[in-house]
């Protein structure tokens, strides 16, 4: 997969692309689902297939008063997801209060036609672009009779009954719905992070946590999560804590995690969790002893949650796979 930084001097080899354009935050199903279909049409009229983004996320220049804004994939994360789709390219534009200016008319006059000769576009059933978000689907169908390209409008994805969105993938991590954020992701939430020093309260408890300083904002609500652990190339059971440590009277959040029969010291090195499912709310205990009884609790859930992502010790099915089936 090509990465097309920018939207001038595009090769020869993109012209007559078959496009989709979106911020593709998370790389859900209903993203896949698009980006499956731009492969497929590309393939039968060989040509090649272009996803068009953006970089900021468009609503953290246009929004700036609405911090933080929460992210569920990071820029490497999202190249990387449309990368195993097959993609054979991804236009990454520098999204800015100058480039917000670009009417719709520019956008497919300048980008989709002059530097990409587009043969067909797919966007999704509610996706606006340009300037006071003039562009939609009838305003590309007019514009495609006229230039000579043809649009096709997805339909929102569903699992059940809920439509699947990235704001409401965001919002089912917030809530603690770990489970739920990953049946809509098409798989589940992760989290990358170094380890740092901590307080050694779980060394003390029998359960040697490693704290965590992740590199995404969007934390799942305050809790005990079971989760996939990956390090150094291997997979490890986990139990996760996000919160404050009331039985101790902390007030600045942590994260903590305690790795299932592991012992190694991973000061300073970096994993990646896969959040699989909620255990419990965050509690306070009268004592240390209650506290390390529940974590013992919390222990033998975690392994019966993880217990089918794993087939043997440091062996596990990649929790990260994209799920094909929708």
Wanted: charged letters at 25%.
């Amino acid at each position: 997969m090509k990465i097309l930084r920018g939207y001038k001097g595009v090769s020869d080899e993109f012209k007559g692309a078959v496009a989709t354009i979106g911020n593709f935050d998370g790389v859900h199903l209903g993203h896949q689902q698009i980006f499956r279909k731009i492969v497929q049409e590309a393939r039968q009229c060989q040509s090649k297939s272009v996803v068009i983004t953006f970089d900021p996320h468009p609503k953290s220049v246009l929004h700036p008063e609405k911090r933080p804004f929460y992210l569920l994939t990071t820029l490497d994360e999202k190249l990387k997801l449309i990368k195993s789709l097959e993609i054979d390219g991804v236009m990454l534009i520098p999204f800015s209060l100058e480039f917000s200016k670009t009417t719709a008319t520019d956008f497919v006059c300048r980008i989709l036609w002059e530097q990409l000769r587009i043969k067909k576009i797919f966007i999704g059933h509610d996706y606006t672009f340009g300037r006071g978000k003039e562009g939609n689907e009838e305003f590309l169908a007019r514009y495609g009779k006229k230039l000579g390209f043809r649009v096709d409008v997805t339909n929102a994805v569903k699992v059940g009954d809920i439509i699947i969105s990235s704001t409401r993938i965001r919002n089912a991590i917030c809530d603690g719905d770990v489970r739920l954020a990953g049946s809509l992701l098409g798989r589940p939430y992760n989290l990358k992070g170094s380890v740092a020093g901590g307080y050694k309260r779980g060394t003390q408890l029998g359960f040697p946590t490693a704290n965590l300083d992740p590199e995404k904002l969007l934390l799942p609500r305050e809790g005990v999560y079971a989760v996939v652990v990956e390090l150094n190339g291997k997979r490890y059971q986990g139990v996760l804590n996000i919160g404050r440590n009331p039985t101790f009277g902390n007030e600045n959040l942590t994260v903590e995690l305690h790795i299932l029969d592991f012992s190694d010291d991973i000061y300073g090195e970096k994993l990646e969790l896969f959040f699989i499912d909620r255990i419990r709310e965050e509690i306070r205990f009268d004592n240390p002893e209650s506290l390390a009884d529940q974590i013992r609790s919390d222990v033998a859930q975690a392994r019966t949650v993880l217990e089918p992502f794993f087939a043997g010790k440091n062996s596990a099915s990649d929790p990260s796979s994209q799920d094909s089936s929708s």
